[in-house]
């Protein structure tokens, strides 16, 4: 067998992470990357209980809702107890928001200096009917100052120092940033180990596919609307129209637009004013992953939305992105930029 069929020197998660380190900052603590290895642990924890969730008695409604009135599944009870409690064993953990959680969580016996945003399972209204779903992060460095409070992550999203998200699909892939381009890997289940499968992952400049909630349209702007329309028409380079593909899973139609490219909508309308994608823990991450792959990612405005500086826990905020090429049209298109 040639080394290109059987690689006996694979790139673990962890070995990743401490390379990575030693790399790009030879004089950091190593906080972070401890908190990585939590964060994998939680992921891992979360797949396995998916995979298992019908055997189990997990599937449908908790019976409760969450702190923006969504209907909570098992499943998104289960995933944010986990979540809270790796982050709280890990230790690196001062502060964290859940969109499963009203409030900000400080964990008051840490010495932690980071702060976590998540959504331990997100597309959750796909999961009794097994498709995929996904976790997604946003880490900030605490203040030097701060002994942890809500002004730890009421900060532009420019102020990440890493982001990703997990999705479980057919395998569990994580992606992640730290600034320093994008990466991706594919949990081995045999081994326990996230591998580096997508190593510097780049966005298609272009790509002639459109992700978003038609069923929305009619409350959307004339602009958003004449857009989409526009799509539909057979294309001048080509002569024909955009494909459409819609998920209804973020990480998913997002994890699809970064390895295909195309661009992914979810904007504000006149039934969800402030559109529904929250923020800290849904739009910021995102738009970090497909900025450091070479995409963009805009408000409804057309401003860059890790620019946008949150007011409160679980705001909300319209979105579009995916290639630069295809957000770049819808610019020009909607704002004449
Ligand atoms: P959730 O966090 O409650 O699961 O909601 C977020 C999800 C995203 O994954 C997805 O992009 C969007 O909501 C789909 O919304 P819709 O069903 O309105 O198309
Ligand atoms: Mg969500």
């Known amino acids: 067998m040639s080394d290109e069929q059987f690689n006996t020197d694979i790139i673990t998660l962890s070995r990743f992470i401490l390379t990575e380190q030693e790399r790009v900052s030879p004089a950091a603590t190593g906080e972070l990357s401890l908190l990585l290895n939590s964060l994998q642990f939680a992921f891992k924890f979360i797949a396995h209980t998916i995979r298992r969730a019908e055997l189990i008695n997990l599937v449908g409604l908790a019976g409760a809702q969450n702190s923006t009135g969504d209907d909570q599944k098992k499943l998104d009870v289960i995933g944010d107890e986990i979540f809270i409690n790796a982050m709280k064993a890990s230790g690196n953990v001062k502060v964290l928001v859940s969109e499963e959680q009203?409030?900000?969580?400080?964990?008051?016996?840490?010495?932690?200096?980071?702060?976590?945003?998540?959504d331990p399972i997100d597309g959750s209204s796909n999961l009794d009917a097994g498709v995929s779903v996904g976790t997604i992060f946003g880490i900030y460095r605490l203040d030097a100052n701060s002994s942890g409070s809500i002004k730890d992550v009421l900060r532009a999203g420019t102020e990440m120092v890493c982001a990703g998200y997990t999705m479980y699909g057919a395998s569990t892939h994580l992606v992640l940033t730290s600034g320093h381009g994008v990466n991706g890997f594919t949990l081995d289940t045999q081994l326990g180990e996230f591998i580096l499968t997508q190593p510097k992952l780049t966005i298609p400049?272009?790509?002639?596919?459109?992700?978003?909630?038609?069923?929305?349209?009619?409350?959307?702007?004339?602009?958003?609307?004449q857009y989409i329309e526009s799509l539909k028409k057979p294309q001048p380079e080509n002569n024909k129209p955009y494909s459409a593909r819609y998920i209804g899973s973020m990480v998913a139609d997002i994890h699809r637009t970064l390895l295909y490219g195309g661009i992914f909508g979810y904007p504000a309308d006149s039934k969800s004013k402030n559109g529904k994608l929250r923020i800290l823990y849904e739009c910021f991450p995102m738009a970090f992953l497909l900025e450091q792959a070479g995409g963009m990612a805009v408000n409804d405005k057309g401003e860059r939305i890790l620019e946008i500086v949150p007011k409160a826990i679980h705001d909300r905020s319209g979105i579009w992105l995916g290639s630069k090429g295809e957000v770049e049209k819808l610019l020009n298109f909607v704002h004449g930029q």
């Open 102 to 118: 009203e409030d900000l969580i400080v964990f008051e016996n840490s010495n932690g200096r980071y702060a976590v945003c998540n």
């Open 205 to 225: 400049h272009t790509r002639a596919i459109y992700s978003v909630n038609e069923g929305n349209s009619y409350y959307w702007s004339e602009k958003v609307v």
